[in-house]
Structures are given as structure tokens and as C-alpha cells.
């Protein structure tokens, strides 16, 4: 059981937009710790998407965006392409755990 | 270009010490940032396992924390995480990782590619 609670699985068309959910606690994201976003392709390791609620670094398109709001955070991906079928992971701080904390990931799946 | 390698043996036996070596090129890790460890289970997500600041401070899972030891070798650029006692559940991908942190949160910036360590006798 994860601290941080995603959708196991999301889907959409090419094209279109989709947002994962990432739903925290009052001791971590309700605390106004910042989440952060992991793109992990099949076989690859963990890339960063999104840093600081919503920050892109660079080279990361502004198809993807974050947002976040009271104990919840968002990533949106808009434009939706092939390539972007992946894990998603969102992870923040947890002060009542003392620990980094991970969403369970989300599956992209491109239609 | 930073980059992080992580090395060791792929297979440990139950009960015994799952030792890996992160070697990092491309920045100095006595000059800043937080290095650290973070694992992913067969099937499941992503989990933190101790991060350890270039100074020395270190941070560790609480819920592995009796178990493990995060160091520094600044003459070789490399860290190191010993996780002792391993059990079935200890089997995962390995990854090492640089963290820039705030006070309001740490984050990855770059990973190492990941190492499979199974624990299996």
C-alpha cells in the first residue's frame, strides 16, 4: 500500500488528454511538500517529468504539466502520443513517515 | 553529462548482505547535491530506500532503516548502500540516484540505469 494513491491504469487516443491523479495526506502533500513526476519506459529507468509541482526541466515537452491542489496533485498530458505509453510515478515527503514517498505508478496506455 | 552506474553481485543469498556501488562521472560528489538509493520490486512501484547528503548526514527508510548503510568514497566519486539480513522481499531493481533537495522536498534529477539483485539461495 502506497502513501501517495494513483490510478493503477489510465488510457486515451493519440491526440487527446489525460491527467493522472495523485492523492496524498495532510503530512505530505496537504503539508506543502512539493510532488515531483517519473516517466518510466518499459525496460528503462525513471526520468524526471515534473519537479516541483510544475516545473518542467528542460527538454521535457509542455505537453506534459502539473498542477496540484490542497492534499491531491496532477499531471496532465495533453497531445497524447505513442510514445508516451509508460509508468508514471508521482513522489513527495512524508513528515509523519520521516520518509520520501512514491505513488504505485499509473499505466499509460495509448490507444 | 552526469551519469550514475551501480555494480554488484545479481544474486544474494537469504539472510546474508546485498552490497551495491554507485559510481558517478560527469560532477564531483563532495561539491553538493544529496546521493542516494531507491529499488522497485518485481510487479510493484517504486520505493525509497536512504539518501545520503555530500557532507555526510545521512537518511534512511524507517521502515528499512535497522538494516541499512549508506557511505561515501570521495577518492573514487562513489557511494554505496550495504542493506544486511535480505529476505525474498528484498528482490528488486536497484537504482542509484542524485537529488537536488528544499526545504519543501527532495527529487531525482538523474538515475543510474538500474541492477536486478535477487535474493535467492
Known amino acids: 500500500q502506497s502513501v501517495l494513491t494513483q490510478p493503477p491504469s489510465v488510457s486515451g487516443a493519440p491526440g487527446q488528454r489525460v491527467t493522472i491523479s495523485c492523492t496524498g495526506t495532510s503530512s505530505s502533500i496537504g503539508a506543502r511538500y512539493t510532488v515531483h513526476w517519473y516517466q518510466q519506459l518499459p525496460g528503462t529507468a525513471p526520468t524526471l517529468l515534473i519537479y516541483?509541482?510544475?516545473n518542467r526541466p528542460s527538454g521535457v515537452p509542455d505537453r506534459f504539466s502539473g498542477s496540484k491542489s490542497g492534499t491531491s496533485a496532477s499531471l496532465a498530458i495533453t497531445g497524447l502520443q505513442a510514445e508516451d505509453e509508460a509508468d508514471y510515478y508521482c513522489q513527495s515527503y512524508d513528515s509523519r513517515l520521516s520518509a520520501w514517498v512514491f505513488g504505485g505508478g499509473t499505466k499509460l496506455t495509448v490507444l | 553529462q552526469v551519469q550514475l552506474h551501480e555494480s554488484g553481485p545479481g544474486l544474494v543469498k537469504p539472510s546474508e548482505t546485498l552490497s551495491l556501488t554507485c559510481t558517478v562521472s560527469g560532477y564531483s560528489i563532495s561539491s553538493g547535491y544529496y546521493w542516494g538509493w531507491i529499488r522497485r520490486p518485481p510487479g510493484k512501484g517504486l520505493e525509497w530506500i536512504g539518501t545520503?547528503?555530500?557532507?555526510?548526514?545521512?537518511y534512511y527508510n524507517p521502515s528499512l532503516k535497522s538494516r541499512i548503510s549508506i557511505s561515501l568514497d570521495t577518492s573514487k566519486n562513489q557511494f554505496s548502500l550495504r542493506l544486511s539480513s535480505v529476505t525474498a522481499a528484498d528482490t528488486a531493481v536497484y537504482y542509484c540516484?542524485?537529488?537536488?533537495?528544499?526545504?519543501?522536498?527532495?527529487?531525482?534529477?538523474?538515475w543510474g540505469q538500474g541492477t536486478l539483485v535477487t535474493v535467492s539461495s
Open positions: 516541483d509541482d510544475n
Open positions: 545520503i547528503y555530500h557532507s555526510g548526514p545521512t
Open positions: 540516484a542524485r537529488s537536488p533537495c528544499t526545504s519543501t522536498s527532495c527529487y531525482v534529477d538523474f
